[in-house]
């Protein structure tokens, strides 16, 4: 497992000051603020982050260093981290999204289905997309107790029961 963690995301500038759009990943966006300073995915440069408000889709704030529009809009798809250990524990059903990521995914019967490529929301719930050298084109299924009964982290495998006619 990683020890940085994707929270939030740089969406472009905002104004002629130097802010960002900022998009949180957080489960209360707000807390995004909580974790700063923030890193690149390298983890080597670091960006302390003020929200100065609330906008359509996200936050505007200030990224300690940037001080331009152009400055921000070179920004634009930053992917912002954090260290694991500064986010709360989840609970034994609830999984970061990156944990499950590249998980392989296997049927009731040890079928292997594929690996799980990206984890989506589009305003339901959770969707694991699932890849695979057997399967035409990536299989959305949905990240439900039903539909996915054990996720077993440590032997970097979900076992699934999809909904008939999904594979």
């Keep these: ?6 929270v939030g995301s740089v969406a472009g500038s ?3 000051r130097g802010e960002v759009r900022l998009k949180s990943f957080c489960a209360v966006p707000e807390d995004i603020e909580m974790y700063s300073p923030l890193t690149d995915e390298s983890g080597t ?7 100065t408000r609330a906008i359509k889709n996200g936050f505007a704030a200030h990224l300690g260093g940037v001080e331009t ?3 921000a809009d070179a ?7 954090t260290q694991r250990d500064r986010l709360p524990s989840l609970p034994d059903d609830e999984f970061y999204h990156t944990d499950l990521i590249g998980l392989e995914v296997f049927d009731t019967g040890g079928t292997l289905l594929g690996k799980v490529i990206s ?3 589009h305003g339901a719930a959770d969707l694991l997309e699932i890849g695979g050298a057997g399967l035409k084109s990536p299989v959305l299924l949905p990240f439900t107790q039903a539909a996915v009964p054990t996720v077993d982290l440590e032997q970097r495998r979900i076992v699934a029961d999809p909904p008939e006619g999904l594979f």
């Design 69 to 71: 529009k152009e400055e």
């Design 1 to 6: 497992m990683s020890d940085l963690i994707c």
């Design 75 to 81: 920004l634009k798809g930053l992917r912002l981290y």
């Design 14 to 16: 905002f104004g002629v």
């Design 45 to 51: 440069a670091r960006y302390p982050i003020v929200l």
């Design 119 to 121: 984890v989506q929301n």
